[in-house]
């Protein structure tokens, strides 16, 4: 059988921190089709679901999200003309895509010259698949996790931003924990700085962690998987951008993970300590559902709401 994911020429030098183009053999996955996913809908718990209007520009504040009237699985039926934009999180809960996730990102690894996921430190393999209508706009976001995202249905515009000297998105806004949505402050000007990939189905990219993007579906609706993976640095600075945005919510500002290193070391060991604490009340979606209202306020719960309900 032939590799699912493939890499151009020059991605050995650039994996895993720069963005560049790659293509698939997923199209025609047989899980990866719209009756596959109205069957996965009905087995994912109602916090792996995340879905509102597509009508929206990049530039989206949480207050201006419009909400969906419809149940998940009835957004994913209705795709073609219900005016969504969904995502299916962590579909890597279910043993059938867990394997192709786990197989593509495998796949991934030896495109980029390693033997293996273990080889290249590849860890925490995770999928997310977007459902989304026509002409339908994610806003300007970051993910905490390196992403091979393919295009498997429609055509998609990726907008990605290379943000080393953090001009685009400040190291404050990257912080990130529950009740803080993942959308950031876009502006027109950024557009000079983006690679914008013109995607179709066959045709993927390389995201890089925490780098800046948003993205548009053409005039089809869209289906398309992020296979998601972390590194121990990954795991580590995820600790530190969560403990020092709970600190800032709570008026202690911190410095970007990097500056002081044994306050980075205590903060990590922090997170590390109180993650465990809770873990056992993690295992139900309604104690999870109960552990963020309780810890971060309601606000942390937003992606429950659909239509009038709040
Ligand atoms: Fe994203």
């Known amino acids: 059988m032939g590799e699912m994911l493939t890499f151009p020429e020059?991605?050995?030098?650039?994996?895993?921190?720069?963005?560049?183009?790659?293509?698939?053999?997923l199209s025609d996955h047989p899980l990866l089709q719209l009756p596959a996913l109205v069957a996965l809908g009905q087995k994912l718990d109602?916090?792996?679901?995340?879905?509102?209007?597509?009508?929206?520009?990049?530039?989206?504040?949480?207050?201006?999200?419009?909400?969906?009237d419809l149940e998940p699985v009835e957004v994913i039926r209705n795709i073609e003309d219900c005016g969504a934009w969904m995502v299916l999180k962590n579909v890597?809960?279910?043993?059938?895509?867990?394997?192709?996730?786990?197989?593509?990102?495998?796949?991934?690894?030896?495109?980029?010259?390693?033997?293996?996921c273990q080889e290249a430190g590849m860890i925490d393999a995770q999928g997310f698949i977007f459902v989304a209508s026509a002409n339908s706009t994610t806003a300007f976001h970051t993910d905490n996790e390196h992403n091979l995202f393919?295009?498997?249905?429609g055509t998609k515009s990726f907008h990605a931003f290379e943000n080393e000297g953090r001009e685009v998105v400040p190291d404050a806004d990257l912080e990130s924990?529950?009740?803080?949505h993942r959308n950031h402050t876009y502006q027109e000007a950024f557009e000079d700085r983006a690679t914008v990939y013109e995607l179709e189905?066959?045709?993927?990219?390389?995201?890089?962690?925490?780098?800046?993007?948003?993205?548009?579906?053409?005039?089809?609706?869209?289906?398309?998987?992020?296979?998601?993976?972390?590194?121990?640095e990954i795991v580590r600075s995820n600790k530190l951008l969560f403990a020092n945005g709970i600190l800032r919510r709570v008026g202690i500002p911190q410095s970007p993970p990097g500056v002081y290193h044994f306050w980075d070391n205590i903060k990590v060991w922090g997170y590390t300590l109180a993650r465990a604490m809770i873990e056992p009340f993690r295992r139900s979606e309604?104690?999870?559902?109960?552990?963020?209202?309780?810890?971060?306020?309601?606000k942390a719960n937003y992606y429950y709401r659909t239509g009038g309900q709040t």
């Open 177 to 180: 924990y529950p009740g803080k």
């Open 10 to 25: 020059d991605a050995r030098e650039k994996f895993p921190d720069k963005s560049f183009q790659t293509s698939h053999a």
């Open 46 to 68: 109602r916090d792996q679901f995340e879905y509102s209007s597509g009508d929206t520009g990049p530039n989206q504040r949480l207050e201006d999200i419009k909400h969906i």
């Open 286 to 298: 309604r104690s999870r559902r109960f552990l963020r209202g309780l810890l971060f306020g309601r």
């Open 92 to 116: 890597e809960s279910d043993p059938a895509y867990k394997r192709l996730v786990e197989d593509a990102l495998e796949s991934g690894a030896r495109a980029a010259g390693f033997k293996s």
């Open 201 to 232: 189905p066959g045709d993927g990219i390389l995201l890089p962690y925490i780098w800046p993007h948003w993205v548009r579906t053409g005039d089809e609706f869209s289906i398309s998987l992020a296979i998601t993976w972390k590194t121990p």
């Open 150 to 153: 393919v295009q498997l249905h």
